[in-house]
């Protein structure tokens, strides 16, 4: 058995040590004292009561930093039809993150029936541990309690390892993370169907080739608003062969918003813009086949499927 499951075991028996001792510590007995039966119910006569005498008074009660409960304890619970995280998180008094956290969930709308999610007493976030990594730069990233965190982890010293997970009570993902997995991250830029999706398809200029598309197009009728997907700062506007008048906009996490083959751009390079905000009309410039708005939502400068982050 490896040694840090060891001292977790030492821990628990050290901890079983400490409340026997609170109980029977020098100073206390028990006795016993006869006591009659009311005459109610299936008989009446004398029963044994057990009595603890001592100092009560001077039984210490452990103190846990705020309002962590002293350890980590999970129940279960079967997904059943029709649930999702956020009524989950309602049901069981917990926060979104804490259920996405603690059950690695990438995208609840991907939630299965019958799946068994782990359901802790308290709220908290997991954390991997990375190389170089300390409890004291942790404890700083999430400004938590370090005491906290030993006590919910079971910690014996400071010292943690790389690759380990820890749970880190009263934390929280990131509202755009929470947005993302739940995937209500960006609202639709435009009315209209999709009838090109992310992904690879066939060339529509030339039907022998296929070729990997890097956006959803929407079809809408011309002058049709297009708005900004998320609330953001426009880092360009112009004009492309292949996608005619465009606009890209820059977002928060790393996002960035691309709409393109617009009849008219209502914006400006610089212009901060609200979720919703109208930047341009759908056309039909640049390489197109028909009026649609061609959308591309881009992380950290890798093209992601759009659809997986829309309402």
């Known amino acids: 058995m490896p040694f840090y499951y060891d001292n977790r075991i030492i821990f628990r028996l050290a901890v079983a040590l400490c409340l026997s001792f609170l109980v ?13 039966a009311v005459e109610q119910g299936i008989g009446g006569g004398i029963f044994l009561e057990e009595i603890i005498e001592g100092q009560k008074d001077e039984i210490e009660h452990p103190e846990f930093p705020g309002n962590a409960a002293p350890f980590l304890l999970y129940d279960y619970h079967i997904v059943q039809s029709g649930e999702n995280i956020s009524g989950l998180a309602v049901r069981y008094g917990l926060h979104q993150s804490t259920l996405i956290s603690i059950n690695k969930i990438t995208n609840s709308r991907l939630l299965q029936v019958n799946s068994v999610l782990k359901i802790p007493n308290q709220d908290g976030i997991l954390h991997a541990v990375r190389s170089g990594e300390t409890l004291d730069s942790i404890t700083r990233r999430y400004n938590a309690d370090p005491k906290a965190i030993q006590i919910t982890n079971e910690l014996f010293s400071d010292n943690v390892r790389a690759g380990t997970d820890l749970f880190i009570p009263g934390a929280r993902l990131e509202w755009g993370r929470i947005q993302e997995i739940n995937g209500d991250l960006f609202i639709w830029p435009t009315n209209g169907t999709i009838t090109s999706f992310f992904g690879y398809r066939r060339d529509p200029f030339n039907p022998s080739r296929r070729h990997f598309h890097n956006g959803i197009d929407i079809k809408g009728n011309m002058g049709t608003p297009v708005r900004a ?26 996002y960035r918003t691309l709409y393109g083959h617009l ?9 901060y813009v609200g979720q919703g905000e109208r930047i341009g009309d759908v056309g039909n410039s640049g390489l197109s086949t028909g ?6 939502v881009y992380r950290n400068g890798v093209a992601v499927n759009p659809r997986a982050l829309m309402r």
């Open 263 to 271: 009849s008219v751009i209502r914006t400006r390079t610089g212009a």
């Open 24 to 36: 029977f510590r020098p100073g206390f007995s028990v006795k016993q004292q006869e006591i009659p």
């Open 291 to 296: 009026p649609h708005l061609h959308f591309t």
């Open 229 to 254: 997907a998320m609330a953001g700062r426009v880092s360009r506007v112009g004009f492309d062969p292949v996608l005619g008048n465009f606009v890209i906009i820059n977002h928060h996490s790393g």
